[in-house]
């Protein structure tokens, strides 16, 4: 049944609406297929920035759960062949420089010398390859990573050099599986050590996995795996600090700084031999690649909006010449150009915004999808959506302008005599 106006020539606002409801559906599989630009534009903009944000409050949670109130301390770079090995490769550091930076930076809480290694671990007939890490007694409180079967080495193990081993949960798990490894020997490297705990499981962040990691006695790591110290004391890879807050970071970096700078004789111009890295640093940088990668694929996805404004102005173009009669008819009996105008950007306008409320409810099913397949937080943008709206009600007014500007100025007398 068609909608008829209750005014001739000039229905009100509601009558518009209906009668453009009742046109589109009249041929919904045409318009069906013009608000797929939409659909998937919306949709793709709303999705991406709900999982770019999702991703990023994972990661930052992952992070403050290692600590916000850290920093990193590391070696210098060695070069080999002209090629640098990264930050930590070289001996620049020793564990004497940690215990300085312990006993003499006034805002540290405690710190914590590391030196590692990549090795194959061996437990029976399995094995698998994984980062063996030789620490102090700090390590658990800095990390904020604690034993969760067992214990962590003790001073004693640390003073004998002792072969303990502390087993990450990825590790225990690719070993042992569901069988206890407390008490158990492994092999690292062809040397022998004694299973003595098991660490909590807390992820990875970045290329750091907490559990992919084996901890064994600073000593014993220098003396038998790496067999690489300084001319003068252990050399470590280097050392995790702690604070009382995160607001005491900056002023650590600069007592730090200044103390290594001191104990290893530099003096401007000459570069520090040793890279400090924070969590804050990490997370804000982070935060910024994140945000860009998300505007990034944003804009990519605002290309569908662009196709669907393109879609509509079609359908909208081919509506007018196939209603030409009828506009003849309405004009002749009174209707107003800006009757003529407004029905037409009505029906653009309706197509644009079914279209884009379909795709705000694409991007969140598709968000809530990938949320639990990723075993992130569902975040759901609100600027987003709204964005997604106003876009999508900007594009169906400029996608109708110039056919609904063609319906108002065609000539009545030429309009009714087209077939």
């Given at each position: ?47 991406v920035t ?29 070069t ?50 994984t980062?063996?890490?030789g ?27 002792r ?47 907490q ?159 990938t949320?639990?397949?990723l ?29 609904a ?15």
């Amino acid at each position: 049944m068609m909608f008829k106006p209750t005014r001739i020539g000039n229905p009100s606002t509601v009558e518009v609406v209906g009668m453009a409801i009742e046109s589109l559906w009249s041929n919904r599989l045409r318009t069906g297929l013009t608000m797929l630009g939409m659909i998937i534009g919306i949709g793709s903009v709303v999705a991406v920035t709900s999982v770019g944000q999702g991703v990023q409050k994972a990661t930052e949670r992952q992070i403050q759960s290692l600590g916000t109130n850290v920093m990193l301390v590391l070696a210098g770079a060695s070069t080999t062949g002209g090629i640098s090995q990264g930050a930590g490769s070289a001996s620049t550091l020793t564990w004497d420089d940690a215990e300085a930076v312990d006993e003499q930076v006034s805002v540290t809480q405690s710190v914590t010398a590391y030196l590692q290694a990549q090795a194959q671990v061996v437990y029976a007939g399995e094995n698998t390859s994984t980062t063996v890490i030789g620490t102090d007694l700090n390590y658990p409180e800095v990390r904020n990573i604690y034993p969760q079967d067992g214990q962590f080495f003790t001073q004693a193990d640390l003073d004998a050099a002792r072969p303990v081993a502390v087993l990450g949960a990825e590790v225990k798990e690719q070993l042992f599986g569901s069988s206890p490894a407390i008490g158990q020997d492994i092999r690292i490297r062809g040397q022998r050590y004694r299973v003595i705990g098991v660490m909590e499981p807390k992820g990875a962040v970045g290329n750091q996995n907490q559990d992919d990691t084996v901890l064994i006695p600073l000593t014993n790591m220098s003396a038998r795996i790496v067999g690489n110290n300084a001319l003068s004391g252990v050399a470590i890879n280097g050392f995790w600090l702690s604070t009382g807050d995160t607001n005491q970071l900056e002023a650590a970096q600069f007592q730090v700084t200044n103390l290594l700078r001191l104990r290893h004789n530099i003096y401007p111009p000459q570069e520090d031999d040793f890279r400090i890295i924070n969590q804050t640093d990490i997370i804000n940088t982070f935060s910024t690649v994140v945000g860009l990668f998300t505007v990034m694929i944003s804009a990519i996805a605002g290309i569908s909006l662009i196709v669907g404004g393109i879609g509509i102005a079609n359908i909208m173009l081919v509506s007018v010449v196939e209603r030409t009669r009828e506009i003849g008819i309405r004009k002749a009996i009174g209707a107003t150009n800006t009757a003529i105008l407004s029905q037409f950007l009505v029906e653009s306008v309706v197509v644009s915004v079914i279209g884009g409320g379909i795709g705000v409810g694409f991007g969140v099913s598709v968000s809530s999808v990938t949320a639990i397949l990723l075993q992130i937080p569902l975040v759901i943008s609100l600027w987003s959506i709204g964005a997604g709206v106003s876009l999508s009600i900007a594009v169906g007014l400029l996608a109708g302008v110039i056919p609904a500007r063609n319906a108002a100025k065609l000539d009545p007398i030429a309009a009714l005599r087209s077939e």
